[in-house]
């Protein structure tokens, strides 16, 4: 092993401790289901795919590094900090876990480094703790670092939060950190300066105000006058044109910084040379997170860049005023470095407290003019930390490398000196990105400090030349990586004022994890950012996030009905180009691709607009309602959309997971069937087939179930909220329906399956009607599905669904409810043998599973919503007792409800027989003694009471019948019906009539499976 891949970390103790995690989506898979166990509590497991980050409720991370502290912890030495953000998490650092930790870390770019495993948790600010796998990664050349061994920084990537990439470093002044997700910058740091035991953990834009927002001097003229302008320019051209992408090399540049002596000397900044060059690392460190992950850069600080440190007169800069500091740099680096021995330069001053400034000359990097940059730094007096200085010298940074400001706003400081560069203002306002004019706007302000990564544009104007002859003096390191592939999709024309929706489609070639940012590539005149004027941007750049989708304008202005800033609608014609940056937020060297696609708006097609429901309205479950929308010549060319699809929310319409109309004529309106559904929040959306635009209802609504108590049928094939009759017979699925009077002629018949397997009936798809699934038994090494054809999508194969992936194997029970209560049915299956419950649950897509034990080998399972809460409760049957675990109490043993009713050799069926929304229990009592069996009923609304148990009806069922349970007249109340098969004839005494009225119709056949059956809850 080399001296680069196995070294201590200063006060650390030499061994290597390594911390290996199991992974456990798939353990079910390889670990016998009896080694599964609840917590102490009896609460049941549930496994997140992507594993998140640690409870938050957990009092220590679980590598023992970090301990939350109590509120008011810190008062003590709260005199001690300035600048708390407004919100953040308190924690304390141990220090002895940590460094075994970072003595485990290999150096990046090693052997080691290429199997590393180091795992080390940092605290988020909502309390979590994240994983991340981390490698020494250093910003100093070898003889600097040599002279600094007590400085040490590291690279991470995201475990818990795979999106996510961290830098931090370990130095005499404690931890500092930056990790760069897709919630935004996370920033942790000392609690207060020196100390290195009490942190905060908090996002970057909860800075107080009290500070200026950074100002850069580089005006229009400048940013035109560079000689290498017109190269760069062409090296643009050429890339976007062929589809630039990046990520399979990582380029290194040597970077001096001359400090001035106002800034060595300041306690902030500096204090002494070793403690200005120690705190220098950290920002460039902070910087370095930045570059990484957005253009594949690296700063590295020089060999000799304690020579460019002062820390007394002369110093040959002129503190405070960047714009002769600019002037100054190159000779000061030039004397005190070397010229030959640095490709990036810069200055930096001291300003006054709560303000920074910065001015830079553009395409100087490895050139003769290299260092003409200059910053003067002050907001960190009033914040305590590094974050918001560090985003001014990205900037400046920026520009050496040739990039442009991106703002498009003339308003207060933007226009003050000429700083809106007209052939790159992408942005609508100040802008957000780091070449942006965030907080300097006014009243033209999209916010107040920059997001931490690159505008398109700007992403084009570095990489071309950093990739061309003028910046090639970096040193190539090989990433390994490759860069993720994406397609903005078609071109489109839509009507004006309307929102519409882009949707990427993306994938990475080594399994990262991909995130995507739409932004709006176009220019034109400048202010104000909410009037359309036909040319001028309209759409500001949002982070990307690992959706494919943005909505236009976004979705909380939708559902809220306002517009802000940089979210406005077209209401001209014109074309608006748009593209999509797909990057695999690599920590050691970014992929990056995009892709582009234009939409072309007509002013004489629009506003598409949703017109009833529009306001607060209520709506009966199995009702037949009508939506309307006006569809203002979206119909006719050139929008030309001929459909539409409806879909309902039940969530304010965050989702539409319920399809109402998947493909209906653009007419203005369609009658469509509510689902028998309980929400308070509902909305309806429209939106075009075949194309991105769409509009939502303007106001919550609600929908009632029609039956008391919230009771949906099994079985209803048409939606009325009552249940219909039919078979399963070697793959046939016959239906008679309710609203057809179960009459033959209007008799449906499916095809799905095969002989010998058991048919499955429930609402997948949350749209208030039946589909139809069977399990698909493993063979050829595949694990077993369930195979669903689903009423939404017209029972089509094409889009038939198998769910999920590795359940369940032979010999387990299939067991069909709504456990998460989102109104679908989630697949679940009982593995008798160890007695465990594998529910996979839709309102995740079925990537979050609950996994308890409940049961053993011999029992019965059920499920039944015990507590009214519109989720499913899961139990066992045993010989006459009935164990029961209740989705309101976490599953918790503690809670665990029991009753004793029945005997052996009994079948338990669960039911809402008294229209309560709470499950009975009930049984049926054999024939004996001249007496006819009946169903035994214990009903929920007479508190299981034996005093008040029911018996019925007489005379049903008969040995050999098969019980049937429904609601087959729609009063909410389940019917206790059997089919005998012996003669294929239907048998339904109906609680409306109190059971002395009956369905009696033949359907089927001996050896048919009947459908429904009290096997299937939901």
Not at 163 to 169: I, L, P, Q, S, V
Not at 263 to 285: E, F, M, P, Q, R
Not at 472 to 497: E, K
Not at 635 to 649: D, G, H, M, T, Y
Request: with cysteine; aromatic share 10%.
């Amino acid at each position: 092993m080399s001296q680069h891949e196995r070294r201590n970390v200063p006060g650390g103790p030499l061994y290597v401790r390594r911390l290996r995690i199991a992974a456990l989506l798939l353990i079910f898979a390889v670990v016998p289901f009896a080694a599964m166990r609840t917590g102490a509590s009896g609460a049941l497991n549930q496994i997140q795919a992507p594993l998140i980050p640690s409870d938050p409720t957990g009092s220590s991370s679980k590598d023992g590094v970090w301990v939350k502290a109590a509120e008011g912890s810190f008062d003590s030495i709260q005199e001690q900090r300035v600048g708390l953000p407004r919100s953040y998490q308190r924690i304390r650092l141990l220090r002895d876990p940590l460094l075994a930790k970072l003595s485990a870390a290999p150096l990046e770019f090693t052997r080691a480094a290429r199997r590393n495993r180091t795992e080390i948790t940092l605290p988020m600010p909502d309390g979590a703790f994240a994983a991340f796998r981390i490698e020494e990664s250093p910003v100093m050349e070898p003889a600097l670092a040599a002279q600094f061994p007590d400085v040490k920084t590291y690279r991470g990537q995201g475990v818990d939060i795979p999106e996510a990439t961290a830098r931090f470093d370990w130095t005499p002044f404690g931890l500092h950190a930056i990790i760069l997700g897709p919630q935004g910058t996370v920033i942790i740091n000392p609690f207060s300066e020196g100390d290195s035991d009490n942190y905060i953990s908090f996002y970057k834009d909860a800075q107080r105000d009290g500070f200026e927002p950074p100002r850069c001097l580089v005006t229009e003229a400048m940013q035109a006058s560079s000689d290498l302008r017109e190269q760069v320019r062409q090296k643009e051209i050429t890339e976007a044109i062929t589809g630039a992408s990046i990520g399979t090399q990582l380029r290194t540049y040597r970077l001096a910084i001359a400090t001035t002596v106002e800034y060595t000397t300041s306690s902030t900044y500096g204090g002494s040379k070793s403690a200005a060059l120690t705190k220098l690392g950290t920002i460039v460190n902070l910087i370095n997170a930045i570059y990484e992950k957005e253009v594949s850069i690296h700063f590295n600080l020089v060999a000799g860049e304690l020579n460019a440190i002062f820390d007394a007169e002369p110093d040959g800069l002129t503190n405070s005023n960047v714009g002769t500091m600019l002037n100054e740099v190159v000779g000061v680096l030039n004397g005190a470095i070397g010229s030959s021995n640095y490709d990036v330069g810069h200055a930096f001053g001291l300003s006054s407290a709560g303000s920074s400034s910065g001015v830079s000359q553009l395409s100087v990097v490895c050139g003769a003019s290299k260092g003409r940059g200059a910053s003067v730094l002050g907001i960190a007096l009033v914040t305590g930390n590094f974050s918001i200085d560090s985003n001014l010298v990205a900037h400046e940074w920026g520009h050496e490398f040739s990039a442009n400001h991106t703002f498009n706003s003339t308003s207060n400081f933007c226009g003050s000196i000429g700083q809106r560069n007209a052939p790159t203002a992408f942005e609508p306002g100040s802008g957000s990105t780091i070449m942006a004019y965030p907080g300097v706007c006014l009243p033209e302000n999209i916010q107040n400090n920059s997001d931490n990564y690159f505008h398109g544009k700007s992403f084009d104007e570095i990489v071309a030349y950093s990739t061309g002859a003028n910046g090639s003096c970096a040193t190539i390191t090989s990433t390994g990586n490759n860069p993720p592939n994406v397609s903005a999709g078609p071109d489109y024309t839509i009507p004006m004022g309307t929102p519409f929706a882009l949707t990427a489609a993306g994938s990475d070639p080594d399994g990262d994890a991909v995130t995507y940012t739409w932004e709006e590539m176009d220019t034109g005149s400048a202010s104000p950012p909410s009037t359309d004027d036909g040319t001028r941007p309209l759409f500001r750049s949002v982070q990307g996030t690992a959706s494919p989708t943005r909505f236009f304008p976004k979705l909380s202005d939708i559902l809220g009905n306002t517009t802000t800033f940089g979210e406005s609608l077209p209401v001209t014609s014109r074309a608006m180009n748009f593209r999509v940056t797909a990057k695999d937020n690599r920590a050691a060297g970014g992929g990056v691709n995009s892709d582009a696609m234009v939409l072309t708006v007509t002013s004489g097609a629009g506003p598409f607009v949703v017109t009833q429901p529009n306001a607060a309205t209520t709506w009966n479950g199995g009702s037949m309602q009508t939506v309307a929308w006006n569809i203002a010549n979206t119909s006719s060319a050139p929008v030309s959309c001929a459909n539409v699809k409806i879909s309902l929310s039940t969530n304010g319409g965050n989702t539409f997971p319920i399809v109402l109309a998947a493909k209906t004529p653009n007419d203005g309106s369609e009658v469509v069937t509510v689902p028998n559904i309980s929400s308070s929040s509902a909305r309806i959306k429209v939106q075009a087939v075949g194309n991105v635009f769409f509009d939502i209802s303007n106001a919550n609504f609600t929908v009632t179930p029609a039956n008391p108590g919230g009771h949906r049928a099994q079985f209803d094939f048409d939606g009325d909220g009552i249940s219909d009759l039919g078979y399963y017979r070697a793959g046939t699925w016959g239906v008679l329906k309710s609203v057809e009077s179960y009459s033959f002629s209007g008799a449906q018949f499916l095809g799905w399956g095969g002989a010998n397997l058991a048919p499955i009936v429930a609402d997948f798809d949350g749209d208030g009607k039946s589909d139809i699934a069977y399990i698909v038994p493993p063979s050829g090494g595949q694990s077993a599905a369930y195979a669903i054809l689903k009423s939404s999508a017209q029972f089509s194969f094409a889009q038939a669904q198998f769910v999920p992936a590795g359940f369940p194997a032979l010999g387990d029970t299939p067991i069909v409810a709504d456990f998460d209560g989102d109104g679908k049915a989630d697949p679940a299956i009982w593995r008798a043998s160890a007695g465990v419950w594998i529910i996979p649950l839709s309102s995740t897509n079925y990537s979050t599973y609950i996994f308890a034990n409940w049961g053993q080998q011999g029992d019965i399972p059920i499920v039944g919503d015990f507590d009214g809460d519109w989720k499913a409760d899961i139990g066992f049957y045993r010989d006459g007792v009935w164990g029961v675990l209740k989705s309101s109490q976490g599953y918790s043993f503690a809670s665990a409800q029991f009753f004793s009713w029945g005997g052996a050799g009994l079948q338990p069926i669960v039911a809402d027989f008294d229209g309560d929304g709470k499950a009975d229990i009930a049984y049926i009592v054999p024939p004996a003694s001249g007496q006819s069996a009946a169903y035994s009923i214990l009903k929920s609304s007479a508190s299981y009471s034996f005093a008040q148990a029911i018996f019925v009806p007489a005379g049903f069922p008969a040995l050999g019948d098969t019980p049937i349970v429904g609601d087959f007249d729609g009063d909410g109340k389940a019917d206790p019906g059997i089919w005998r098969s012996s003669a294929g004839v239907w048998i339904i005494p109906l609680s409306s009539g109190n059971y002395g009225t009956y369905i009696f119709t033949q359907w089927g056949q001996s050896g048919d499976v009947a459908v429904p059956n009290f096997k299937v809850q939901f």
